[in-house]
Nanobody, 127 residues
Framework: QVHLVESGVGSVQAGGSLRLSCTAS??????????MAWFRQVPGKEREGVAT?????STYYADSIKGRFTASKDKNTLYLQMNNLTPEDTGVYYC?????????????????????WGQGTQVTVSP
C-alpha cells in the first residue's frame, strides 16, 4: 500500500514563503508514483490542482500560482516551494500520486485520476 506523507505545515504573512514536502513509501515499484501532484482545498471552494510533476520531468502548474510556486520531484519525494503567498492561498494542501506519467490536464481537475493521497497539510497565510 502506497503511503504519502506531507510535511511543512506552516503559517506565514502575505508575501512570505513556505516549502512543502511529500514523501512516498510502501510502493513495490517506483513507477507506482510516477506522477505526483499537489492539490489544495481552500475554504468555500472545491479541491483544485496546483502542480503535477512526473519522472521526465514534465511539470504543469495551475494558472493561479504560475510564477509564484515551483514544484519539483526527487525519486519518491515531491516538493512545493511557495513564494509571494497571499491569503487566497490559505487552505489544506494534499499530495497525490498515480502510476502513469502526468497528463497536462490533470492540474486543471480535482484529482479523481489519482490513486494515492496524503492526509493533507494546512497552509495559512495572514494579511
Amino acid at each position: 500500500q502506497v503511503h504519502l506523507v506531507e510535511s511543512g505545515v506552516g503559517s506565514v504573512q502575505a508575501g512570505g514563503s513556505l516549502r512543502l514536502s511529500c514523501t512516498a513509501s510502501g510502493y513495490t515499484d517506483i513507477k507506482q508514483v510516477s506522477c505526483m501532484a499537489w492539490f489544495r482545498q481552500v475554504p468555500g471552494k472545491e479541491r483544485e490542482g496546483v502542480a503535477t510533476v512526473d519522472e521526465w520531468p514534465s511539470t504543469y502548474y495551475a494558472d493561479s500560482i504560475k510564477g509564484r510556486f515551483t514544484a519539483s520531484k526527487d525519486k519518491n519525494t515531491l516538493y512545493l516551494q511557495m513564494n509571494n503567498l497571499t491569503p487566497e492561498d490559505t487552505g489544506v494542501y494534499y499530495c497525490a500520486a498515480l502510476r502513469y506519467s502526468c497528463s497536462s490536464w490533470y492540474v486543471d481537475k480535482a484529482g479523481a485520476e489519482f490513486q494515492y493521497w496524503g492526509q493533507g497539510t494546512q497552509v495559512t497565510v495572514s494579511p
